[in-house]
């Protein structure tokens, strides 16, 4: 009996002698587990925190999840890093351990059979792995023969659930593709993804210009404002980000972009979280045992993303109450919902006829120049649709704007690209300007286009300097107003004759009828069609404007291209783009219904394609997977089809000038339609190519000799067809980074590859993972995407030889070497030595769809 009473003894000292020992130890090496059942925790070295198995303390399920708490807080069970959050386990059978591939695997039991949870998704396989728990909370898979103890095969930090501790970056790792940011959980007992996200979102193409955002869903909730080398700028609590006890860092180059913090006290405690509507900076107060809240975003009405509508400020009155005010130059859309406070419209130009925007205008000594007008101390408007560039003053970067028809503000300030801490660099808007305000603390300047003349007045913070004489602009206006009262009443004697009683439409006169060979549609039919241009008929937008799914009465479908006032598209464009349109008839070509201008409204009116645009498939981790590769061909071969029918085949020679996967719209069943002819030009006879002074397209699309002379033929729409057969084949963009070592973008990537006799690795993945019986087909198609995209327009085939070639029919020659070639060819080149000469006065309109 006594032998009984010293065994059972000896049994319970071992156990707690073992579960002591194991709670103290913070790694697990092969062979070992942890395991839920005994309530084993992994604590890291100096006691900070700890791994284990839990439950949350307000559910009522008995859900278990394995997680990073903190162990040096009595009583309190806050949760900042979850593995499984999506999949919990319904029991206490989890487990954890190190599998023969090296990597950290969580296992749970269901009928006696192993099921796997959740693992880590190390490509390294270790000689020696082991995972260890940091005492800054970061859990780490490691090579114990790596002599590089920061050196981690595997990383928690790097895949953060609603957290941000010290030394955790938010943001990307561009080398590996990887984007670090906080998704809320659903509710308080159900950690997986909420509606909310946090992180930072890079501008296309160029990752200049980046920002920090939370998301509800994909609607953007609140934007952060820019980095100005010290804090995010333009919030209402940006002051309280500079909490004396943290240090925040910014990191922004060719490898990472992202945000960290660190505390200066070693001892102090805290945490960003990210919740429902909110996120919070929150530090433990240990004398009181809880979180204090220092600051938490959006701080006030006027944080929330674009409350005032676009061109218009948020303004806060002395007793905090939000208020719109649109901007100087501006004025509200519809006044009538501004003066009962829906301000969601936002405002639109006094005047949108630019001085130096002409095409057709060769008297460019005789332009007057735009205004700027510069408004101090403002949260920079939203850079989606920026272009930044470093290693320009604020002259040269006025000028850059000034000569693009797209531009319509510009800033000097910091973006994070020019060396040192306090670089300062050239950011043009295009398009309107979004979710601006009067911050409390970090503003910057912004210099936004007028059109000339603008009379102005000079004041303080919002208000604009005069650039030019006031006495001209007096002159001018004097002069006019003496005829102003008789032009006046010329113009409403004149419209009465015009208009008829009730009519949308103003009467056409028979010349315009017989010029454009063209019906034009009711304004009042299209509204009712789209459900007054509703968001939920939205079908996408590009440079030129949004464009809706409509129905008519009868159930014709059809998709109207609404073109917006500051698209850079006017009426030039607009009739080129009906007239050419109109003559046109192939398969691969899009059919146009009709037009309608009413007022200031241009629409369009084109046959509905009921699966988008052809960037929808081939650039979406998704949706590419469904095309492929005798699809993707047969859409090859049929925008190859309507180019030769553009270039040779049509009454008169047309050059198409933004061919793009944007502008590929595709049937229902993926038939290829080029669309968007806006930007068209036609040859006549034996015309082959022409120059202009003002260059229009999209970067990355356009042929070397336009970007930088204006010169333009049916090489240049070449160039364009083979840049997209590449993206097509591969499925990635033609303006990313493809080659972290040389900067290569995917016309370098191809080339390099063809020169090592490794095409293959630039077909897209999704291709190659079944057996892929079309491989030679795929390779022909990126030599001759080669071939098309070659530096000289003499080298590249005309579209009728490009067809032979995809047919197979003719041998192919070796291609030389292709025009862009890297990141910085492509974006550079306006400093390069091809630079435009300034008696061009051209001027490049990026015209680049979401």
């Known amino acids: 009996m006594e032998f009984l009473s010293f065994l059972v003894t000896f049994v319970v000292l071992n156990l707690l002698l073992f579960r002591t020992t194991f709670a103290v130890v913070d790694t697990i090496r092969p ?3 942890m395991r839920d059942n005994n309530t084993a925790l992994l604590v890291s070295k100096e006691g900070r925190f700890e791994l284990g198995f839990f439950t949350p303390t307000t559910s009522s399920s008995k859900n278990r999840y394995l997680g990073i708490r903190y162990n040096n807080i009595r009583g309190d069970q806050t949760v900042v890093w979850l593995a499984n959050r999506c999949e919990p386990i319904k029991d206490s059978s989890g487990s954890l351990t190190i599998d023969s591939t090296g990597n950290l695997v969580l296992f749970t039991r269901q009928n006696n059979r192993r099921k796997l949870v959740w693992s880590t998704n190390s490509s390294k396989q270790a000689q020696k792995p082991f995972v260890q728990l940091l005492d800054n909370g970061n859990l780490v898979l490691r090579d114990e023969k790596d002599a590089n103890t920061t050196k981690y095969l595997w990383e928690s930090f790097d895949y953060p659930t609603e957290t941000i501790l010290p030394g955790m970056k938010l943001g990307w790792d561009l080398r590996r593709g990887l984007n670090r940011r906080l998704s809320s959980w659903k509710s308080s007992d159900d950690p997986c993804h909420g509606d909310f996200t946090y992180g930072i979102e890079l501008d296309e193409p160029n990752h200049t210009y980046p920002q920090l955002f939370i998301r509800y869903g994909t609607t953007k909730f609140f934007r952060e404002g820019p980095w100005n080398a010290i804090s995010f700028s333009g919030t209402s609590n940006n002051k309280s980000i500079s909490w004396h006890d943290s240090d925040y860092q910014f990191v922004h180059n060719n490898d990472e972009v992202y945000f960290s913090y660190n505390v200066k006290k070693n001892s102090n405690i805290s945490r960003i979280v990210l919740g429902e ?27 929330y993303y674009g409350t005032c509508g676009a061109n218009s400020q948020c303004l806060l009155n002395e007793v905090h109450t939000m208020f719109c005010k649109c901007l100087e130059g501006f004025k509200p859309k519809n006044q009538e919902n501004w003066n009962a406070m829906n301000w969601s419209e936002g405002c639109v130009r006094n005047s949108t006829s630019f001085a130096s925007c002409d095409d057709d205008d060769d008297d460019d000594h005789n332009k007057e120049k735009d205004l700027f007008l510069g408004f101090v101390n403002l949260k920079v408007p939203d850079s989606q649709y920026t272009w930044a560039s470093k290693s320009v003053n604020l002259e040269e970067c006025k000028a850059k704007c000034l000569t693009n028809c797209s531009c319509m503000a510009y800033s000097f300030t910091y973006s994070g690209l020019s060396e040192g801490p306090n670089g300062t660099d050239c950011v043009l808007w295009f398009g309107d300007l979004f979710d601006i305000r009067q911050p409390y603390y970090g503003g910057q300047h912004i210099y936004i286009r007028m059109p000339f003349p603008t009379i102005a007045r000079s004041g303080g913070n919002g208000k604009f300097k ?6 001209i602009s007096a002159i001018f206006l004097l002069i006019g107003l003496s005829c102003g009262i008789i032009l006046i009443g010329f113009y409403i004697r004149r419209r ?3 208009f008829n009683a009730g009519d949308t439409l103003p009467k056409r006169n028979k010349s315009e009828d017989e010029d454009l060979e063209f019906p034009s549609f009711d304004q009042h039919t299209l509204s009712i069609a789209t459900d007054n241009f509703s968001e939920n008929n939205k079908l996408g937008e590009g440079g030129f404007g949004p464009v809706y799914k409509g129905t008519l009465e009868g159930g014709q479908e059809i998709a109207v291209k609404r073109l917006s006032m500051y698209s850079g598209q006017g009426a030039n464009e607009f009739k080129n783009e009906i007239k050419l349109i109109a003559k046109l008839q192939h398969r691969n070509l899009v059919k146009i219904f009709g037009y309608c201008i009413h007022r200031e409204m241009k629409l369009l009116i084109y046959e509905y394609m009921s699966n988008k645009s052809l960037d929808y498939f081939i650039f ?15 859409i090859v071969c049929g925008i190859a089809k309507g180019l030769l029918y553009l270039h040779h085949d049509s009454r008169l020679r047309i050059i198409h000038r933004d061919l793009k996967a944007s502008n590929v719209l595709l049937d229902e069943d993926m038939n290829p339609k080029i669309s968007d002819f806006g930007l068209a030009r ?9 120059n202009t002074k003002k260059v229009v ?17 049916i090489k240049s729409d070449v160039f364009s067809f083979g840049t997209l057969m590449l993206e097509i084949v591969s499925g990635k963009r033609s303006r990313g980074f493809y080659d972290e070592n040389n900067g290569l973008n995917l016309i370098g990537l191809a080339w390099t590859l063809m020169k090592e006799g490794n095409e293959f690795k630039l077909i897209d993945k999704y291709l190659l993972k079944d057996p892929f019986d079309n491989m030679e087909e795929a390779l022909r198609c990126i030599h001759i995407g080669l071939l098309c995209v070659q530096q000289k327009p003499v080298d590249r085939p005309n579209m009728s030889s490009v067809i032979l070639m995809l047919s197979g029919e003719k041998v192919l020659p070796h291609p030389k070497p292709p025009a862009y070639f890297t990141i910085s060819d492509l974006w550079d080149g306006d400093r390069s030595s091809s630079t435009i000469p300034p008696s061009c006065n051209t001027s490049i309109t990026v015209v680049e769809g979401r």
């Open 31 to 33: 062979s070992e587990f």
């Open 277 to 303: 509507r909110v996120l919070e900076y929150k530090e433990w107060l240990e004398e009181k045992q809880v979180w204090n809240s220092y600051y938490t975003l959006p701080g006030d009405q006027c944080d």
């Open 466 to 471: 005069v650039e030019r004489a006031v006495i």
């Open 496 to 498: 009465k004759r015009y």
């Open 620 to 634: 979406d981790e998704i949706h590419r997977r469904l095309l492929e590769w005798p699809k993707r061909f047969q």
């Open 682 to 690: 036609t040859f006549g006879g034996d015309q082959i190519e022409e």
């Open 697 to 713: 397209g999209t970067y990355g699309y356009m042929a070397p000799e336009y970007a930088s002379d204006g010169l333009f033929s």
